[in-house]
């Protein structure tokens, strides 16, 4: 009888996948029932796995995944590092809200991390933390170039997997390299998808690093968020669905309709005036797709 260890993937390359069990990793070879189900182990699943006689390993079984991220793909993500830079480029706050409600429909905690801060006095990073924090979301001022800060992103590592994602050139590399040096990523790189050109196989790896791990490659695809129902869309902003049940109507959508208990708190300061903008936008964007499709 053999014993059966835990431990979760941490890449797979071909057939064989590095899994990392009380700190020890073991190349294991897929085996398991899972295989009939047509389920493929990714970076970041959670397996069970037995060790051969001749040291090889073999995974028996793939736990259930709490989020899967495609192009990488990556399983379990805990936590996704949204980065700014506070000088340039000029944020695009809408692809942090994007990818905010990303985080939110797959239950992965989002943490805004503001680069640059050695180029810039604090005026992003304020303003930041006006649009962001009645969200309830961490808000982190950094600079990869002088380390200032990076022992707090490091903290957020910390036992958990994470995931890097941003605008190009806000400094994605540049802090991964900050935190795991043996990395060594390319700074002011090409996009991944000149990248993918050129390395045919190009596939994601975790590193572990302060007790967590950190995705080597910045970003991933977004999901279609444009299949969202409009109406459902404010129950992705923290600050906003935690009164949507005290609107007049169940059908608010919270624009024009009388007695609406979220338009309130844009002047009590509980909703930022230009984070309600983007949800406007991006609720007629939603409203657009509907009647194009039932046209
Ligand atoms: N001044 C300053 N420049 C930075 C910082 N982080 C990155 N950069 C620069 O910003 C550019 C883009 O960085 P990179 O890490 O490649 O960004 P990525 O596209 O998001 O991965 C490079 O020229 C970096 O040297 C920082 O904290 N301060
Ligand atoms: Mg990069
Ligand atoms: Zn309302």
């Known amino acids: 009888m053999q014993t059966m260890h835990h431990g979760w993937i941490r890449k797979g390359i071909g057939s ?7 700190g020890a990793e073991y190349v294991c070879k897929a085996r398991g029932r899972f295989r009939n189900e047509g389920l493929t182990p990714v970076p970041g699943d959670g397996v069970e796995f037995e ?59 989002p943490v805004i991390v503001c680069n ?20 309830g979301y961490a808000v982190l001022g950094v600079s990869a ?12 590592i910390a036992g958990s997997k994470c995931c890097f994602a941003g605008q190009s050139a806000v400094g994605k590399s540049s802090l991964l390299n900050a935190l795991v040096p043996e990395l060594a990523l390319q700074v002011g790189g090409l996009s991944r998808k000149t990248e993918r050109g050129r390395h045919t196989t190009r596939h994601a790896e975790l590193y572990p690093v302060c007790g967590g791990a950190v995705l080597d490659t ?18 992705y902003y923290p600050e906003m669905r935690r009164h949507t049940a005290q609107c007049r109507f169940a059908a608010c959508l919270h624009v024009s309709e009388p007695e609406c208990a979220v338009k309130p708190l844009i002047t009590s300061g509980a909703l930022h005036p230009q984070r309600y903008a983007r949800y406007v936008e991006l609720l007629t964007e939603l409203k657009e797709i509907r009647r194009h499709k039932y046209d």
């Open 51 to 109: 060790l051969g006689e001749d040291g090889g390993g073999y995974l028996l079984a793939i736990e259930p995944r709490r989020n899967l991220l495609i192009r990488p793909a990556v399983a379990n993500l805990d936590k996704l590092m949204i980065v700014l830079a506070a000088s340039r480029p000029v944020p695009d706050l809408l692809l942090v809200d994007k990818l905010l409600l990303q985080c939110e429909t797959l239950g992965i905690l």
């Open 116 to 135: 640059k801060c050695d180029e810039q006095d604090a005026l992003l990073y304020a303003d930041l933390l006006a649009q962001y924090r009645p969200a």
């Open 145 to 156: 170039k002088t380390g200032e800060g990076i022992e707090r992103v490091r903290a957020q």
């Open 218 to 235: 910045p970003g991933f695809s977004l999901l279609d968020i444009q299949a969202m129902e409009p109406n459902t869309l404010a129950g």
């Open 16 to 22: 064989f996948y590095t899994v990392v069990s009380d």
